[in-house]
Every structure is written in C-alpha cells, then in structure tokens.
C-alpha cells in the first residue's frame, strides 16, 4: 500500500503563488507517473499536471506557462509550483501515483488540499 501526503495549500491572492508537495511511501516499487488533479465545486475532476518516470511533463492547457512539475525521485516527491494564480484555479488538488510493486500496478491518490483564489 502507497501513503500519500499532500501540504501547500491555502488561500492566495489572484496573481499570487502556492507550491504543492505529494510525498509518497510505503510499498513504493517502482513509480511510472506521479501527477496532480483538481475538482472545482459543481465540476468534474480534470488533470492539471503529470511527469512520467523518464521526465517528460504534461499539463492542462489553463495552466501553461503558469504551473510546473517536477519530482524528487530520492525522496518519492511531486511538487507543483504554481504562479500567477487566478479565482478558476481555486479547487481541491490531489496528488496522484502510478505504480508497480512486485508485478502488481497501482494507483494511489491523496486526500486532497484546497486552494483558494480569493481577494
């Protein structure tokens, strides 16, 4: 079993910056892809950033240019800087973990963390 903790979140001013940290332990194995969701109220859950094992990054086109991921493979941590942050970017964020682990693939998902845009 994957633990994943999540911390960074808060309340921001439009136009400000948060840094987003998942640290993942447990049964680890092999880790494939390490990413970050998010779940506005009343909307579904969409993708906002993902870095596979060889390093490569995808991100959601809202949040180009203003997001970036990147992973401690040492310490099996994702983080997520994000600036210039906007009121559309308030959601809760959850850390996501693929994975294999003798054979056996996984995905792991944290609690989540709010992030509140907000004058």
């Known amino acids: 079993q994957v633990q994943l903790v999540e911390s960074g979140g808060g309340l921001v001013q439009p136009g400000g910056s948060l840094r987003l940290s998942c640290a993942a332990s447990g049964s680890i194995g092999s880790i494939k892809s390490m990413g970050w969701y998010r779940q506005a109220p009343g909307k579904q859950r969409e993708l906002v950033a993902a870095i596979i094992s060889g390093g490569s990054t995808n991100y959601a086109d809202s949040v180009k240019g203003r997001f970036t991921i990147s992973r401690d493979n040492a310490k099996n941590t994702v983080y997520l800087q994000m600036n210039s942050l906007k009121p559309e970017d308030t959601a809760v964020y959850c850390c996501?973990?693929?994975?294999?682990?003798?054979?056996?693939?996984?995905?792991?998902w944290g609690p989540g963390t709010q992030v509140t845009v907000s004058s």
């Open positions: 996501n973990v693929n994975g294999n682990y003798y054979g056996l693939g996984y995905a792991s």
